[in-house]
T-cell receptor, first 122, second 112 residues
Framework: GAVVSQHPSWVICKSGTSVKIECRSLDFQATTMFWYRQFPKQSLMLMATSNEGSKATYEQGVEKDKFLINHASLTLSTLTVTSAHPEDSSFYIC??????????????????FGPGTRLTVL | AQSVTQLGSHVSVSEGALVLLRCNYSSSVPPYLFWYVQYPNQGLQLLLKYTTGATLVKGINGFEAEFKKSETSFHLTKPSAHMSDAAEYFCAVSGRTDKLIFGTGTRLQVFP
């Protein structure tokens, strides 16, 4: 149980185009999902918190108009990289918290990560 | 605010040797601490976590970590390394929210 999937697993696009990445919790509902960005051989940097039915909360320095997040259902969050440029090339990872099982709600701190999406912008 | 420092970006051990990966944290509130493992081109898998209670935490694959408040540390250990343990390991801290702050990671190499 507790599986998070991402689609696509990798994508190559031309500069100036937009790319949508999906994050799905397959066997649980997730009110909260997170989007991270990981550069080669570096750590994960939190980009934004995605909450079902409300606007995403972006971390400082992350352009909300460039990285559009939509959390339309309890099992799906999407990240759209708009007008992508080569500097947006990275490994994007999402995570999902089973509803009611996060640190704030239960103290359990359960958070499950997707396998990541590698974006290459030419 | 929270932060994590992982000492040593690379650690190499022989198969069967002790594994020690260091993690020090800073937190303005009592921390929740995590260790995750990442295999190439994959997401993160939780090894273990400390929330409250017993300070020695046992995780999967024979790993364990001890929360030492006086030293602000949460080092990860395994008595005997396996070839399959070769991966990237991340320490993370949370300060009573679900947002995780990750360290820079330690790449573990295991030699036969």
């Amino acid at each position: 149980g507790a599986v998070v999937s991402q689609h696509p697993s990798w994508v190559i696009c031309k500069s100036g185009t937009s790319v949508k990445i999906e994050c799905r919790s397959l066997d649980f509902q997730a009110t909260t999902m997170f989007w991270y960005r990981q550069f080669p051989k570096q750590s994960l940097m939190l980009m934004a918190t995605s909450n079902e039915g409300s606007k995403a909360t972006y971390e400082q320095g992350v352009e909300k108009d460039k990285f559009l997040i939509n959390h339309a259902s309890l099992t799906l969050s999407t990240l759209t990289v708009t007008s992508a440029h080569p500097e947006d090339s990275s490994f994007y990872i999402c995570s999902a918290i089973p509803t009611g099982r996060g640190l704030r709600t239960s103290g359990r701190g359960e958070q499950f990560f997707g396998p990541g999406t590698r974006l290459t912008v030419l | 605010a929270q932060s994590v420092t992982q000492l040593g970006s690379h650690v190499s051990v022989s198969e069967g040797a002790l594994v020690l990966l260091r993690c020090n944290y800073s937190s303005s509130v009592p921390p929740y601490l995590f260790w995750y493992v990442q295999y190439p081109n994959q997401g993160l898998q939780l090894l273990l976590k400390y929330t409250t209670g017993a300070t020695l935490v046992k995780g999967i694959n024979g790993f364990e970590a001890e929360f030492k408040k006086s030293e602000t540390s949460f080092h990860l250990t395994k008595p005997s390394a396996h070839m399959s343990d070769a991966a990237e390991y991340f320490c993370a801290v949370s300060g009573r929210t679900d947002k995780l702050i990750f360290g820079t990671g330690t790449r573990l190499q295991v030699f036969p």
